[in-house]
DNA sequence: CCTTGCCCTGACGCCGATGTCAGGGCTTAC
DNA sequence: GTAAGCCCTGACATCGGCGTCAGGGCAAGG
């Protein structure tokens, strides 16, 4: 398969599929023209790692969960490499969703403010 | 005052005083030799600025909550232009903090896989 | 006079994932 | 042979708030 037909599969673009290359996130074979070329297994690699980004996680958060799908694992969160980002990055999710809360409580007052403002 | 003086009070730097001005939110005068003359009005101004930015606001929506300041009002988000702004944003945060949630349930949810898995 | 310390403008750097353009090669079909 | 459609690499553009450097002016004190 080559990097237009894996990115068409994957409803994304070649050239995402190269900016993932370059971070270490896959690694095609060649045909001897040079061209990428990638088997089935990749489809599913791809479909990962634009879960996890979808998820807020970086290129280089991601590494792991690949080493361990590619180790042949059901899926790529199931490795103790991966837990320490999950852990990691839930943390972080944590700490947004505390301080969006704040946020969103700030702006429903102030909302509320204006309603009662016209009532003297 | 001068823009160091107001950048130390506000706790920010001149540079990012300078930042608002281009954006058109702070309009200082200038002394004969061009240096940037601000009152002290000016502090309660840039403290609404950095609240709502701390608030996840772009420079371009903090503009009518400064108007609304410099029209004399005791806050800047009583002004019904405040509140159109008020509104959008909050959609956004309700959004994002529903995006956020869904993720964080995906994240517990492979870390209680984790645990699990260790005893088949 | 010279240093120090403020001020000025303008412009580039950052971060992260991706779009997009430039310039060039291979393959297939007409 | 040539046009179409894929592939290659490399590099610049995006967004937003701000850091930071470059190059230069003004004021006050030694």
Do not use: W
Not at 17 to 37: S, T
Not at 95 to 115: A, H, M, P, S, Y
Request: hydrophobic share 35%; aromatic share 4%.
């Amino acid at each position: 398969m080559l990097i237009g037909e894996l990115a068409d599969r994957a409803g994304t673009s070649p050239r995402t599929l190269r900016y993932y290359e370059k971070h270490g996130l896959i690694r095609p074979r060649r045909d001897a023209n040079g061209y990428r070329q990638y088997d089935d297994a990749e489809l599913r690699v791809v479909h990962e790692i634009r879960t996890l980004l979808a998820d807020g996680f970086g290129v280089d958060d991601i590494k792991p969960f690949v080493a361990c799908l590619r180790a042949g694992n059901s899926a790529g969160h199931v490795c103790p490499e991966s837990a320490v980002v999950l852990r990691r990055r839930l943390a972080e999710v944590d700490e947004l969703l505390g301080r969006l809360t704040d946020v969103r409580e700030r702006l429903r007052d102030q909302l509320k403010e204006i309603r009662c403002q016209m009532t003297p």
